[in-house]
């Protein structure tokens, strides 16, 4: 890790700031001289893609809604699973709603969540929760906010001594470079070059691995500094669990294989977004979904839903339309009267993750751009 960095986390937030400005400008301009003066629809969904239907956009903010009315006031979520990992989910969902993560309504929550993932991490090793499960979704987080959050309100002034702010309010760029390290680490231990529910684990699986490859893969894209070859071994074990008709084992080497539309969409989405869609396994994972647009899961439908979303959109964008539409309708029925989506793993974990399976329709996440 380059140390200038951390002494030079200012500057380096501007820059990130400016970067993630210019992808998300070009939309706040566009849509003022929409306002300004009359626009074909065919010039806006040529620029932009389809306007966000208002059954998504109403979904989404009672979704939003709820989030904000159930965080408590030290920025995490209770009521089911509890951590990092949850508060980085609840923090996804709010950046990837077009709202202005600094001005906007959701500004202030998004803020305590930041300063939740931040001061529960361990300083020394990086780690973020009891899993690293929560340290994945956490890192992933913490990238999506860097640069996109202007940090110089992120902390109350006034309050500790100096020597306390400096060890316990580190920046975003801080904690998402030690969550970077802490991942690396985890992964040159163990010998599948991958990851488990431990940070000391020997083993692995295709899940958790997925949570913390794409927030590796997060950091990278917002300039931080994750070796090729750390990415050659992760992609090296997502290959060695691919069958050639697609499908995806848990853990271990070649076996195991069932159904398991989670899997197959996590697979596809870390050959995606690692830029290996040319890899037989990742075209094997790709085709299977396409195959199965209409296949319901059993069990952990959220879950499985997040990553189908951005595996879809990620590797044929009009499959991922004709299932984008029988999702919307699903979920139409499903979303409860306080606007949450419950899961067995709690209603933030249910309502954050559906509404990222519905972001695909926004589009304000960098780790959600093609």
């Known amino acids: 890790m380059h140390h200038s960095r951390l002494n030079s986390e200012h500057g380096c937030t501007s820059k990130r700031l400016a ?27 040529a620029a932009y893609g389809e306007v966000v239907p208002r059954d998504v956009r109403e979904m989404v903010d009672r ?6 009315k159930t965080q408590n006031e030290s920025g995490s979520w209770a009521g089911g699973q509890q951590g990092p990992g949850v508060t980085g ?65 992120l902390w109350p002034t ?19 470079e030690l969550a970077v390290r802490a991942a690396l680490t985890s992964q040159k231990k163990n010998p599948l070059g991958a990851w488990r529910y431990s ?34 071994r992760a992609i090296a074990y997502y290959t060695s669990v691919t069958s050639p008709s697609g499908q995806v084992a848990y853990s271990g ?13 996590i697979a596809s989405l870390v050959y995606s977004v690692a830029r290996r869609k040319d890899l037989p396994q990742a075209k094997a994972t790709s085709k299977y979904l396409r195959e199965r647009l209409e296949a319901t899961p059993h ?24 299932w984008n539409k029988r999702l919307v309708r699903q979920l139409k029925k499903a979303q409860k009267k306080d606007g949450s989506f419950p899961d ?3 209603g933030a974990v249910g309502t954050s993750m559906t509404l990222l399976a519905l972001a695909l329709n926004y589009r304000f996440l960098p780790i959600y751009e093609r």
């Open 19 to 45: 970067m993630r400005l210019a992808v998300c400008l070009p939309m706040v301009c566009f849509t003022t001289k929409v306002l300004a003066q009359p626009v074909p629809a065919p010039l806006f969904r």
């Open 199 to 232: 940070p000391d684990a020997t083993d692995a699986d295709t899940s958790v691995s997925g949570a913390v490859l794409v927030g590796l893969l997060a950091a990278r894209n917002a300039g931080i500094e994750v070796p090729d070859a750390a990415m050659d």
């Open 344 to 346: 067995q793993f709690g």
């Open 299 to 322: 069990a952990y439908k959220e879950y499985t839903r997040y990553y189908q979303s951005q595996a879809l959109f990620q590797t044929d964008l009009e499959a991922w339309q004709k």
């Open 89 to 153: 989910l609840a923090l996804l969902a709010m950046l990837a709603s077009g709202e202005d993560p600094n001005f906007g309504r959701y500004s202030q929550p998004i803020r305590r969540g930041l300063r939740n993932i931040i001061s529960a991490q361990n300083a020394d090793t990086g780690y973020l929760g009891s899993s690293m499960y929560h340290h994945g979704f956490g890192m992933l987080a913490l990238a999506e906010a860097y640069g996109a959050v202007d940090e110089r309100n």
């Open 63 to 68: 979704g939003l809604q709820y989030l904000v």
């Open 158 to 176: 006034g309050q500790g001594s100096r020597q306390d702010q400096q060890a316990n309010r580190r920046s975003v760029g801080q904690a998402l």
């Open 253 to 265: 080497g070649m076996g195991g294989f069932n159904e398991s539309i989670a899997r197959i969409s």
